[in-house]
């Protein structure tokens, strides 16, 4: 296991059995995977690996998490790119390679910002409010598609 927040997998290979799965688990830290295809890459972070009780601190700050989810995006984005967010879910879809490392960093700090989780070793705390003040051009995204999951009113993931 690599000191990255993000595990690198192949588009074919499963990643929910993963080491870093069940690293994120007992952890309790957000799972951020960089899943590389042929021609392309997407970054995912799913909710799978944090305890319950981050539920309702990501779907009331869903609006702050989509906006600063899209600065990072913004900032790797190319014209093929998508973003999709929701409060358990973000993907950044057909990112460069090269680019979706930095991503995927810059991606797990983000969540870690949103949710009392512990830090792997080697990182930082990152506050929330930083994230916000960086890449938050929105005409830079005008031409990139963004979906964006309704908030349902219950607590399941």
């Keep these: 296991m690599s000191d990255a927040p993000f595990e690198l997998v192949d588009a074919k290979d499963s990643f929910i059995d993963s080491d870093w799965f069940h690293h994120c688990r007992e952890t309790r830290t957000p799972f951020v995977v ?3 295809g042929e021609h392309a890459a997407d970054v995912l972070w799913d909710y799978i690996t944090l305890p319950p009780e981050c539920d309702a601190a990501l779907r009331e700050n869903l609006p702050a998490l989509e906006r600063d989810a899209r600065a990072i995006f913004d900032r790797y984005a190319i014209p093929e790119s998508y973003l999709r967010v929701k409060a358990t879910l973000i993907g950044f879809d057909r990112l460069p ?3 979706a ?3 995927a960093a810059d991606l797990y ?3 870690a910002a949103y949710v009392p989780v ?3 070793a080697g990182g930082t705390t990152h ?3 930083t994230e ?3 890449g938050s051009d929105t005409a830079a995204s005008t031409s990139l598609r963004l979906w964006v999951e309704a ?3 219950s607590s399941a993931a």
């Design 151 to 153: 908030v349902s009113t």
């Design 34 to 36: 960089v899943r590389s």
């Design 127 to 129: 506050d929330a409010h």
């Design 97 to 99: 390679f090269d680019r």
């Design 109 to 111: 700090h983000l969540i």
């Design 118 to 120: 512990a830090e792997p």
């Design 101 to 103: 490392k930095s991503a």
């Design 132 to 134: 916000t003040a960086i």
